[in-house]
């Protein structure tokens, strides 16, 4: 095979570094979840279900973007600009610099952008814009991978950061921004509970950062306020002395958030016993349950059970696992974890107690909350390393279950 003309091969200390600068949007949650702010010239997907508050997340990033001077274009499909106004008005965002317009011809749209220069573009959402060549509507998997690369050709030909807005089902199913995965440089997905008021932004696919961050947030009256101690929110309404509630940690990303997981173990009336999880792995809840009933015999065939992890938030770490197998015992046994403490560690089927990544950030966060002992994996434990509390070190769920239950 021959060279094609005009590629040569480079020295890699020899490539230059073009488009690498970052602005703040001034939402440290988001900035942090980007990798540091948003680059110049990249292409970002913002997906959610529809009403999670992706417009007003935009809305308040581009205040701080349009603050600093240059133009922010805010093209919304959606809704009309007397509408996202109206939005403003009451979010407070009234830069000069932010420009509404209300178009879902993508021709148009590039139009616009050619000539206001912004450098930054928002498109809300990708699912109204069309190309009028194409036949299909609006929405559809072709019109929605044809606009999203003619946007990724502007956002690199102009150096605008572009954010584009997906609207996902539950499902994930429908011709919805998937497609369009592959091509951006970064995917954020929005998610939280319609009957919670919390948010949380993920990056599941960053060019520029690591996706292991998240940034969490309240919506509220006044538009999305940044929760700066998640931990201290999810734990705002917990009960103390209860039967059934231990508080866990969670690692996401380089952050440990504490928990407060909710089990109501009782009496089954007939036939097959009921299994209701909400926020963690129903899979995982039910090898944890047998965990426990098959190593300790407590009797949960007989019974119903009921898992929930408080405020709405989501467990996906099996550090949580010994948290869940306390909090079942706790409940049938109808005896409180006593005493200002969290709970963590990986369950594996022999009821061994195995060790956790992020040991000591997870105490860090548990002290700096005011919790004064933790129940942890033994193999965590190493003596050199002085450590923010006190931790007791359990080898098997026996022997957690004895120390915080006295069983
Ligand atoms: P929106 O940003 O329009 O969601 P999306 O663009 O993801 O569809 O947010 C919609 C919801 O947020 C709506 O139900 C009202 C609520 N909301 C507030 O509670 N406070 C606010 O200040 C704003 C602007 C919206
Ligand atoms: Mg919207």
């Known amino acids: 095979m021959s060279a094609q003309p005009g590629t040569v091969p480079i020295p890699l200390a020899d490539v230059s570094v073009v488009g690498g600068e970052r602005a703040a949007t001034g939402i440290a949650e988001l900035d942090r979840v980007l990798g540091g702010g948003v680059v110049r010239g990249s292409l970002v997907l913002i997906g959610g279900d529809p009403g999670i508050g992706k417009s007003t997340l935009l809305l308040q990033a581009s205040r701080a973007l349009a603050d600093l001077g240059a133009p922010v274009l805010y093209v919304s499909g959606e809704e009309s600009?007397?509408?996202?106004k109206l939005r403003a008005d009451r979010l407070g965002v009234s830069p000069k610099g932010l420009y509404l317009l209300a178009e879902t011809n993508l021709e148009a749209?590039?139009?616009?952008?050619?000539?206001l220069k912004p450098p930054v573009l928002v498109v809300d959402s990708i699912q109204t814009v069309y190309l009028p060549d194409l036949e299909s509507a609006p929405g559809s998997v072709s019109q929605v991978r044809e606009c999203g690369a003619r946007l990724m050709l502007l956002a690199k030909r102009q150096g605008v950061a572009t954010f584009l807005v997906g609207h996902v089902t539950k499902e994930g199913a429908l011709a919805g921004p998937r497609v369009l995965e592959h091509l951006v440089d970064t995917v954020l997905y929005f998610e939280?509970?319609?009957?919670?008021?919390?948010?949380?932004?993920?990056?599941?696919?960053?060019?520029?950062?690591?996706?292991?961050?998240?940034?969490?947030?309240?919506?509220?009256?006044?538009?999305?306020?940044?929760?700066?101690?998640?931990s201290g929110f999810f734990l705002s309404e917990r009960p103390q002395g209860v039967p059934g509630s231990v508080v866990v940690s969670s690692l996401e990303g380089?952050?440990?958030?504490?928990?407060?997981?909710?089990?109501?173990?009782?009496?089954?009336?007939?036939?097959?016993?009921?299994?209701?999880?909400?926020?963690?792995?129903?899979?995982?809840?039910?090898?944890?349950?047998?965990?426990?009933?098959?190593?300790?015999?407590?009797?949960?065939?007989?019974?119903d059970v009921f898992v929930n992890v408080a405020g709405g938030a989501r467990v996906v770490e099996p550090a949580a696992d010994l948290g869940l197998v306390v909090a079942a015992a706790s409940s049938y046994m109808d005896r409180p974890v006593t005493g200002n403490l969290v709970v963590f560690g990986e369950v594996g089927l022999a009821g061994e107690v195995r060790a956790v990544a992020g040991f000591e950030r997870r105490l860090r966060e548990a002290a700096a909350l005011g919790f004064t002992g933790a129940v942890v994996p033994r193999n965590n434990l190493s003596a050199e390393t002085p450590l923010p509390l006190e931790p007791q070190g359990v080898?098997?769920?026996?022997?957690?279950i004895q120390a915080l239950l006295g069983r």
């Open 81 to 84: 600009a007397a509408q996202v």
């Open 109 to 115: 749209i590039e139009a616009h952008a050619g000539s």
């Open 192 to 230: 939280g509970e319609p009957h919670h008021t919390y948010r949380v932004l993920r990056a599941v696919k960053n060019r520029f950062g690591s996706t292991n961050e998240i940034g969490v947030f309240e919506m509220t009256e006044r538009g999305l306020a940044e929760v700066k101690n998640p």
């Open 254 to 303: 380089t952050r440990p958030f504490l928990l407060e997981l909710q089990v109501l173990v009782s009496p089954a009336n007939f036939g097959t016993p009921r299994r209701t999880v909400l926020g963690m792995d129903y899979n995982r809840v039910c090898l944890l349950l047998a965990v426990l009933e098959k190593r300790l015999g407590f009797p949960l065939q007989t019974q």
């Open 395 to 400: 080898v098997s769920i026996d022997e957690a």
